[in-house]
């Protein structure tokens, strides 16, 4: 079945270095993307998306790439501030038309950076 | 703008007993997604509805039940409680008639569950 795959954290970090969470997914066709922030305490808000291959998700200062060949979608940030601090969830939906309902997460990385 | 709403945002119930959990979902959004998340995992699906209909099922246990009403909120009915069912409890919605994937999912607060 679908299925998406991120780094492993906990990741630390200083302020003001560079991010880059490492997300590969398995699906059949051509999903669509997403990376999802979970700030402590609260829900999930989705922090970018891309819906085809070679497209660009961007917000916040945060980008990722969607890499059809490598089945990639890896999540960069040039400078991380300490708000940046979070779980950050690679996700899928299918592209097939039964399964156009569920987003289907990775297991998140869990984001500190400190000043 | 007007968001996803949950309620209750936080919910304790004793183990056996029932929970009812409710979301409302964004104006003019036609489906509903259930998601649970349990302690350090990732959201996993449970249920979906489109037009009051079910439209896909995932991981939910048979003593969950859900439905979706004609005004679009949606219930989930939790009976005989675990102490496995203590998590955060995600509502999303989306606007399937738009016609054009991906159905964007907006997700609520959650509610957070404690079985004791």
């Known amino acids: 079945g679908d299925s998406v795959t991120q780094m492993e954290g906990p990741v630390t970090l200083s302020e003001e270095a560079c991010l880059t969470i490492n997300c590969t997914y398995t699906a059949t066709g051509y999903p669509s993307l997403f990376w999802y922030v979970q700030y402590p305490g609260e829900g999930l808000q989705l922090l970018l998306k891309?819906?085809?291959?070679?497209d660009k998700g961007s917000n916040k200062g945060f980008e990722a790439t969607y890499r059809k060949e490598t089945t990639s979608f890896h999540l960069e940030k040039g400078s991380v501030q300490v708000s940046d601090s979070a779980v950050y969830f690679c996700a899928l939906t299918a592209s097939r038309k039964t399964s156009y309902d569920k987003v289907i997460f990775g297991p998140g990385t869990s984001l500190s950076v400190i000043p | 703008a007007a968001g996803v709403i949950q309620s209750p945002r936080h919910l304790i119930k004793e183990k056996r007993e029932t929970a009812t959990l409710k979301c409302y979902p964004i104006?003019?959004?036609?489906?509903v997604y259930w998601y649970q998340q349990g302690p350090g995992q990732d959201p996993q699906f449970l249920i979906s509805?489109?037009?009051?209909?079910?439209?896909d099922k995932g991981s939910i246990p048979d003593r969950f039940s859900a439905q979706q009403f004609s005004d679009y909120h949606s219930e989930l009915n939790m009976s005989s409680l675990e102490l496995g069912d203590s998590a955060l409890y995600f509502c999303?919605?989306?606007?399937?008639?738009?016609?054009?994937?991906?159905?964007?999912?907006?997700f609520g607060p959650g509610t957070r569950l404690t079985v004791t």
């Open positions: 891309a819906t085809k291959a070679d």
């Open positions: 104006p003019r959004h036609d489906t």
């Open positions: 509805f489109y037009e009051k209909m079910q439209s």
């Open positions: 999303a919605s989306s606007l399937r008639t738009s016609g054009r994937a991906p159905y964007e999912q907006y």
